[in-house]
């Protein structure tokens, strides 16, 4: 059994998803203790609670204390049986995170899977949709999966309401993969979506991107979003390089002008443009889980987060690996993954 301190680095999610993730691929169970103790809000949000069940339930697992607000889970897995599964959160907490737990093991299970994911599917506290499916999905595919996402209707926060399949057909096993170069950018497109909100404030925010990034017009796309149950708005820039396509988003919010979403989206474009880096520091942290089970690989990137150093520290407690990451300049780092 292996035992988890849920207050260890960042002392949040990341570390739930994690050890679920990796307890599946590995048939490893674990104990964690102090769930998300580094929130305002400890213990298991709802959808912390349905990563957890949706993870007991592809995996025939035992598990204790698995309701909202319990500061600690026993998951013992047994089998992973793949197929068609229907999780909803019934929150905006994020699809995609709960997609976390349970996607790597699908990734090389023995048959195919479909999964369809209810909740918040553009959270400002996760990666959006549009990062899923445009920057994480096409790396896993070169790994040797194939996995497609399809959008049936977004859910913005607070509201929640969205709704995305993801499709997968595994492989035997996940190719080693290594990104420590972006290539020439090919193109770059921003996008600026709202949902029950003035379609003004998408054209604000592209005329600051605009500015900012120097796009020409046709790179830049409004859309006013007819199938949402709440308000929202997101805006999104989407760099394509030669050997790797990066996603930056940024979130309206109550007391927060366009410009100044555009602006903050627009500077860590530039960091990352700036870099002489391949992955950005949000791609980075998706990247370790399947490059560890791959039994390696090397990218580079901008300074890691705590986020980012706390899942590498997580990911070893399940696999015989070693994760190195070694600064090369001012501001970038080679992550170096392999089997002990």
Do not use: W
């Not at 339930?57 to 889970?73: D, F, L």
């Not at 555009?262 to 960091?271: R, Y």
């Amino acid at each position: 059994m292996i035992k988890i301190d849920g207050s260890f680095g960042e002392g949040g999610g990341q570390i739930l998803r994690t050890s679920l993730a990796l307890s599946l691929v590995t048939g490893k169970a674990f104990c964690i203790k102090n769930i998300r103790a580094g929130r305002k809000k400890p213990g298991l949000m709802r959808q912390h609670l349905t990563a957890v069940d949706a993870s007991a339930i592809i995996g025939q697992a035992e598990i204790k204390g698995n309701y909202v607000g319990s500061p600690e889970i026993t998951f013992i897995p047994k089998r992973v049986v793949p197929g068609h599964y229907h999780f909803a959160i019934g929150t905006a907490g994020s699809c995609t995170l709960v997609l976390q737990s349970v996607l790597p093991a699908l990734l090389i299970a023995d048959k195919y899977s479909e999964l369809t994911l209810e909740g918040g599917t553009h959270n400002p506290y996760a990666p959006p949709f549009d990062f899923l499916s445009d920057a994480f999905i096409p790396i896993i595919n070169q790994m040797g999966p194939e996995v497609k996402a399809i959008l049936e209707c977004p859910g913005f926060y607070p509201a929640g309401g969205g709704k995305f399949k993801v499709l997968i057909k595994p492989a035997n096993s996940l190719r080693r993969l290594e990104i420590i170069e972006r290539g020439e950018i090919i193109k770059k497109v921003a996008y600026a979506k709202v949902s029950k909100l003035p379609v003004n404030i998408a054209h604000r925010e592209l005329k600051i991107i605009q500015e900012k990034l120097s796009l020409d017009n046709s790179c830049l796309k409004s859309e006013e979003i007819k199938n949402s149950i709440g308000p929202g708005n997101i805006l999104t820039v989407q760099l394509n390089c030669e050997y790797i396509t990066e996603v930056f988003s940024g979130f309206g919010e109550k007391g927060v002008s366009a410009e100044e979403v555009a602006i903050k989206t627009a500077k860590m474009v530039f960091e990352y443009l700036t870099s002489n880096v391949s992955v950005g520091k949000y791609l980075a942290d998706q990247l370790l889980i399947p490059m560890a089970i791959s039994g390696g690989g090397k990218f580079s990137t901008l300074t890691p987060t705590l986020h980012t150093l706390t899942n590498a520290e997580i990911i070893k407690k399940f696999l015989n690996i070693d994760i190195n990451i070694a600064q090369y300049g001012e501001k970038e780092f080679l992550v170096h993954i392999d089997n002990k």
